[in-house]
C-alpha cells in the first residue's frame, strides 16, 4: 500500500500568511490522484482539492492543490484564524486508498 | 444540502456484532458510490469499504475483509456496514461519505468502541 507522510506535523504561522502544507508518498500515485480534506476541530472532514490540483465545488481559491508522482503540495494564501484545523491528503490511486497522518495549522 | 446522517454505534465486546446505518438525503443516492471511513480516537483517518451505485461491487481494507460487509438500500437513501468478529482495533468513529475514490461529503460520524 502506498504511505503517505505529511509534514510538518504542525504549522504555526501568522495571519496573512502562506502555509505550504507537503505529502510525500512512498511510490508515484498514478494520474495525480490525491485529494486534500480540511478537517475542523468536531467537524466532519470537508474536500478541498482533488486530481492534485482541482478546488471541489465551493471551495475559494485561496486554497491550490499541486504536484506529481510522489510530492504533493497544498498552498493556503492569505491565512485566516478560520483555517485553523488539521488538514489530510488522501491517494486513490491504487488500493487501499491511503490518508496521510494529518497536518495541524494553527495561527500564532 | 447533502446530509449524511450515520446510528448504530456503541460499545460492543470483542467478538461482537454491530450495524451501522448512513441516511442520505439532498442529492440522488441512487447515482452515488459511497465509502465508510473509520478515525481512531486522536488519529487519523482510514478508508474502510466502499460500495458502486447499484451495489453489484464492494471493496474493503484488507483488515476488515471477511468481518465487514458493505451494502445499501436504494429505495430507502440508506448505507449499511455489518461488522462482525468485533476487535478492539475497529474502535473508532465510522463516517458515511459519498464517492468511490476521493470523498465530496461527510457525514459527522457514529462512535464504535470494542471492549471487554
Known amino acids: 500500500e502506498i504511505v503517505l507522510t505529511q509534514s510538518p506535523g504542525t504549522l504555526s504561522l501568522s495571519p496573512g500568511e502562506r502555509a505550504t502544507l507537503s505529502c510525500r508518498a512512498s511510490?508515484?500515485?498514478?494520474?495525480?490522484?490525491l485529494a486534500w480534506y480540511q478537517q475542523k476541530l468536531g467537524q466532519a472532514p470537508r474536500l478541498l482539492i482533488y486530481?492534485?490540483?482541482s478546488r471541489a465545488t465551493g471551495i475559494p481559491d485561496k486554497f491550490s492543490g499541486s504536484g506529481f508522482g510522489t510530492d504533493f503540495t497544498l498552498t493556503i494564501t492569505r491565512l485566516e484564524p478560520e483555517d485553523i484545523a488539521v488538514y489530510y491528503c488522501?491517494?486513490?490511486?491504487?488500493?487501499?486508498?491511503?490518508f496521510g497522518q494529518g497536518t495541524k495549522v494553527e495561527i500564532k | 444540502e447533502v446530509q449524511l446522517v450515520e446510528s448504530g454505534g456503541g460499545l460492543v465486546q470483542p467478538g461482537g456484532s454491530l450495524r451501522l446505518s448512513c441516511a442520505a438525503s439532498?442529492?440522488?443516492?441512487?447515482?452515488?458510490?459511497m465509502t465508510w471511513v473509520r478515525q481512531a480516537p486522536g488519529k487519523g483517518l482510514e478508508w474502510v469499504s466502499s460500495?458502486?451505485?447499484?451495489?453489484?461491487?464492494?471493496y474493503y481494507t484488507d483488515s476488515v475483509k471477511g468481518r465487514f460487509t458493505i451494502s445499501r438500500d436504494n429505495s430507502k437513501n440508506t448505507l449499511y456496514l455489518q461488522m462482525n468478529s468485533l476487535r478492539a482495533e475497529d474502535t473508532a468513529a465510522y463516517s458515511c461519505?459519498?464517492?468511490?475514490?476521493?470523498?465530496?461529503?461527510w457525514g459527522q460520524g457514529t462512535l464504535v468502541t470494542v471492549s471487554p
Open positions: 488522501q491517494q486513490y490511486g491504487s488500493s487501499p486508498w491511503t
Open positions: 511510490q508515484s500515485v498514478s494520474s495525480r490522484y
Open positions: 486530481g492534485a490540483s
Open positions: 460500495i458502486s451505485v447499484s451495489g453489484d461491487n464492494t
Open positions: 461519505a459519498t464517492g468511490y475514490k476521493y470523498f465530496d461529503f
Open positions: 439532498g442529492f440522488t443516492f441512487s447515482h452515488s458510490a
